[in-house]
């Protein structure tokens, strides 16, 4: 199964503690060379990008160093694992990595598994999916 | 949470860090084999002391110090033998002295470590099932009952393969070598086999089979990933790790909503995984890099990269197909790699040249039972015009057939015949 990780934490962004680069650093090469890693990438901060948003039935452009948000995405990843409760597991690593070498940092890591790797929709799911978009 | 929650909870964290402990252990041990049974005994031990204790903060910490005493105690045990017997210490003290700095170039080592272990589970003095078996155990942290639910097989009889694989390799003095330069290549073909033999057993899975089946494939991928990261010259390597992407891309399509197979060419193209397709090609690309052009594995995924690179199934390069099985025709011996290049020289060059391949292997005992000989043939013949001979080559194709999928459609194909 493929499980996606998306951190989020409070803008505005920090960047990671020399510690906490090199505990990350471990785990990165730890589940490359296990084979379990399909693919990782930090973001450049909001600032570099923009914000394209809906709202009110009109399309506005928001340029990075205009948008106000107060959470922002800092990274993601993507593993090959076995079971939710390995993705679990996994995250919760992570997490205690940020709350071993970064105390007073908050933020959420997001863990969702990728549709059709090993995960099929259900019928009743679809079906779900299908309604509100066509309510919407 | 449930007992079944909290094994699962335990379980999992052990598979993360399995891949530490092992290599750690593997280094500190000297010994392959050894480091493989103090792990599963770590595991034992998290079973024991976890669902009252609860799962620690930091598991993996927990796990790692446990594994490294069972390990130091074994080590002292061994230095107690050594005085007993009168021999020097000296070896066993330096690695006491290492100890504190062994965290730090483990993690340089990691690599090293990895490259031990999948070469020692896939050994050559090993049969493949009981390489397969170990490299699934040591490498992937796979357990006995999962690998017996893979292959089909009872747990007792994959729990005594192992034991005697290890005991085979202690028993040969194989439980810490490190092949390299020529060896490595030498040894690379024992490993690909395994790794291909693995994936292949999760491809032939049906439908409704037991999950860990087709989970085979990821594994076996696994495997090939890890392969690529220790032995990154080697473009068979690559050539096997490509061509195990680019046919695990097509699993969501193989199947219809029944569960039949749907051929290659009549599949959904859309329903490929194109990400999959993507690294596939990639790994393709540095093989074709790194001077692997006529190697096997390659030459396959080359094949197979045909298919992938075609949106549709008219686009398909069936000329680049007919070449690459020429290719791989010379290289290996096989009436069976004929017949597949007999396919694709018909659609390349029309049904007379396919015709002429076919009858260049009609008699090769080889094939004396495989239906798709007479099958190929029948399609030929058919679009030759020769009608009576078509009809008579797929009720013959449908006689052979080994299942009633095969025959029902070679069948349906004699009928089609005007």
Request: aromatic residues 6%; positive net charge.
């Given at each position: 199964m493929r499980f996606m990780y998306i951190v989020t934490s409070p803008q505005p962004m920090q960047a990671p503690t020399p510690a906490l680069m090199e505990a990350m650093g471990k785990i990165t090469e730890r589940e490359i060379k296990a084979g379990r890693m399909i693919d990782n990438g930090g973001l450049m901060p909001l600032r570099e990008g923009a914000r394209i948003a809906i709202a009110n039935g009109k399309l506005s452009v928001t340029d990075g160093p205009f948008v106000e948000a107060k959470e922002v995405i800092g990274g993601y990843a993507i593993f090959e694992l076995r079971d939710k409760a390995e993705a679990l597991a996994m995250a919760k690593e992570f997490m205690q990595l940020h709350l071993d070498y970064m105390p007073g940092w908050e933020g959420i890591c997001e863990m969702r598994a990728m549709i059709g790797h090993g995960t099929e929709m259900s019928g009743d799911e679809k079906a779900a999916i299908l309604a509100e978009a066509i309510r919407a | 949470m449930t007992a079944a929650d909290i094994h699962a909870a335990i379980l999992a964290a052990w598979r993360i860090e399995q891949p530490r402990l092992i290599t750690s252990l593997s280094r500190m041990l000297r010994d392959v084999p050894l480091a493989e049974e103090l792990t599963q005994d770590t595991l034992v031990a998290a079973l024991e002391a976890w669902p009252?204790?609860?799962?620690?903060?930091?598991?993996?910490?927990?796990?790692?110090?446990?594994?490294?005493?069972?390990?130091?105690?074994?080590?002292?045990?061994?230095?107690?033998?050594a005085r007993k017997h009168g021999m020097l210490a000296l070896d066993f003290e330096r690695e006491q002295q290492a100890m504190p700095d062994f965290d730090a170039s483990l993690d340089d080592d990691i690599g090293d470590e990895m490259l031990r272990l999948i070469f020692t589970a896939c050994h050559p003095l090993l049969s493949r099932d009981a390489a397969a078996a170990l490299a699934l155990r040591m490498i992937c942290g796979l357990t006995t009952e999962e690998i017996a639910r893979a292959f089909l097989a009872p747990e007792a009889t994959i729990s005594q393969r192992i034991v005697r694989a290890k005991r085979t390799l202690s028993e040969s003095g194989l439980t810490y070598e490190t092949p390299r330069g020529e060896a490595l290549a030498e040894r690379l073909a024992s490993v690909l086999e395994v790794v291909y033999l693995i994936f292949n057993e999760g491809y032939t899975a049906s439908r409704g089979d037991d999950w860990m089946r087709p989970q085979l494939c990821q594994e076996a991928l696994r495997l090939g990933r890890v392969l690529v990261g220790?032995?990154?010259?080697?473009?068979?390597?690559?050539?096997?790790?490509?061509?195990?992407?680019?046919?695990?891309?097509?699993?969501?399509?193989?199947?219809?909503?029944?569960?039949?197979?749907?051929?290659?060419?009549?599949?959904?193209?859309?329903?490929?995984?194109?990400?999959?397709?993507?690294?596939?090609?990639?790994?393709?690309?540095?093989?074709?890099?790194?001077?692997?052009?006529?190697?096997?594995?390659?030459?396959?995924a080359e094949i197979i990269a045909c298919h992938a690179r075609a949106g549709t199934a008219d686009a398909t390069d069936w000329s680049r197909i007919a070449r690459l099985y020429g290719i791989l025709s010379a290289r290996v011996r096989s009436p069976i790699i004929e017949l597949n290049r007999a396919v694709a020289v018909g659609m390349a060059e029309g049904p007379q040249a396919g015709l002429a391949i076919i009858e260049a292997i009609a008699d090769e005992p080889a094939l004396r039972n495989y239906h798709l000989l007479p099958g190929v043939r029948g399609d030929f013949l058919h679009k030759l015009g020769r009608h009576a001979e078509a009809r008579a080559a797929f009720e013959m194709a449908a006689a052979l057939a080994g299942n009633r999928r095969d025959r029902d459609l070679m069948q349906r194909r004699a009928r089609e015949v005007p």
């Open positions: - | 009252s204790s609860g799962v620690p903060e930091r598991p993996g910490a927990w796990l790692m110090a446990t594994a490294k005493r069972r390990a130091l105690d074994h080590l002292r045990r061994g230095k107690m033998l220790v032995a990154p010259r080697e473009p068979e390597a690559f050539g096997l790790l490509a061509l195990m992407e680019l046919n695990a891309s097509r699993a969501a399509a193989r199947t219809d909503a029944q569960g039949e197979p749907i051929l290659l060419l009549e599949q959904d193209r859309m329903r490929w995984d194109f990400v999959q397709i993507r690294r596939g090609l990639q790994a393709l690309g540095r093989a074709q890099a790194l001077g692997g052009e006529g190697g096997y594995y390659v030459l396959q």
